[in-house]
């Protein structure tokens, strides 16, 4: 909701229904728009997270294209590695085009 601690820290956001919208733009001109949620994420091995916020596109540019919305990996508060709690975390990410799959890691040694 728009009332959501999640909400009120986005450097850009809108309510509209009562349902929390984002927007993230870059110096390229690149930039998405959309829903501001909270999911449930799934892990290999079946783990899950619930109440995960991050971003459902709808109207995406640039290197967003193609791209289902936004999930920050970053140092924010909403990164999420600082929703996890990760006492650390890696990525490695391919490809768009890849056939391979990227990788993320948490807590690993």
């Known amino acids: ?7 009120r820290a986005l450097d850009t956001a809108e309510c509209r229904a009562g349902r929390c919208l984002y927007e993230v733009s870059y110096g390229d001109g690149s930039y998405t728009v959309g829903d501001f ?8 091995g079946g ?14 540019e640039g290197l967003f294209i ?4 936004l999930l920050g990996l970053g140092g ?3 990164s999420l590695p600082s929703q996890l709690n990760a006492s650390s975390f890696s ?19």
């Not at 909701?1 to 909400?7: A, I, K, L, R, Y």
């Open 1 to 7: 909701t728009c009332e959501s601690p999640e909400c």
């Open 37 to 44: 949620v909270k999911e449930t994420l799934t892990f290999d």
């Open 47 to 60: 783990d899950t997270v619930e109440g995960v916020a991050l971003g459902c596109g709808h109207s995406n």
């Open 66 to 69: 193609g791209a289902g919305g």
């Open 76 to 78: 924010g508060a909403l």
């Open 91 to 109: 990525y490695c990410l391919v490809d768009r085009d890849s056939i391979s799959a990227s990788t993320l890691e948490f807590n690993s040694d």
